[in-house]
């Protein structure tokens, strides 16, 4: 899951970063599909947590029937005093075997259920996380696709009015050029004014 994180946050600053160029409207739709792909992927990772551990009692309980009740009632007959007629003795001894064995059950059943509990609860706070940054970045590319549509409706407006084709492009390489322009000759104005001042 935090690779799932590191990804999703990987890709936001690559968006971040190419948001300048161009992000189709069909990106906010991806991205929605890949958070309703995750949302799925944890729900079949608890499922297969609970499967695990359903498995591992069923191991558990075939273990009790087929060890530990075997051994627990041999040790047990091994006590019974020599002479007492056990088939007539049976109920009293199944009421005194049985709570032992059902302790025992309990206590692996706990031990797993508490185990289960701890990685459900993990996963979950793991995908918390992803849910927070899918949703970050959801917003992200959900501003980023209306700011380039408000864009290129605006440009559509300009060309309609004007009746021109303006080229943005060129218009921003030409202003960055400007002001590339005015800050080296606004570097040599603080050069001069500091030799006049003798600095």
């Avoid at 309980?61 to 040790?75: G, L, R, S």
């Amino acid at each position: 899951m935090k690779l799932i994180i590191k990804s999703i946050l990987t890709l936001g600053i690559f968006i971040g970063i190419v948001s300048c160029a161009s992000i189709p409207a069909s990106t906010a739709t991806l991205s929605q599909e890949v958070i309703t792909e995750a949302n799925e992927m944890h729900q079949l990772n608890i499922a297969l947590i609970n499967k695990l551990f359903d498995e591992r009692k069923d191991k558990v309980d075939d273990f009790i029937n087929n060890q530990y009740i075997p051994a627990f009632t041999k040790n047990f007959q091994a006590k019974i005093p020599a002479g007492t007629d056990v088939s007539a003795e049976l109920p009293n001894i199944l009421k005194s075997v049985m709570p032992v064995i059902n302790k025992k059950r309990d206590s692996f059943h706990n031990v797993l259920d508490a185990q289960r509990q701890n990685m459900i609860t993990s996963l979950n706070s793991t995908y918390a996380d992803y849910q927070q940054a899918s949703a970050a970045l959801q917003n992200l590319i959900s501003s980023a696709v209306k700011l380039k549509q408000s864009e290129s409706n605006t440009l559509a407006q300009i060309q309609k009015l004007t009746g021109t084709n303006i080229n943005v492009g060129k218009i921003q390489n030409h202003l960055d050029s400007l002001l590339i322009k005015t800050g080296n000759g606004f570097d040599k104005l603080l050069k001069a004014e500091s030799a006049i001042n003798g600095n």
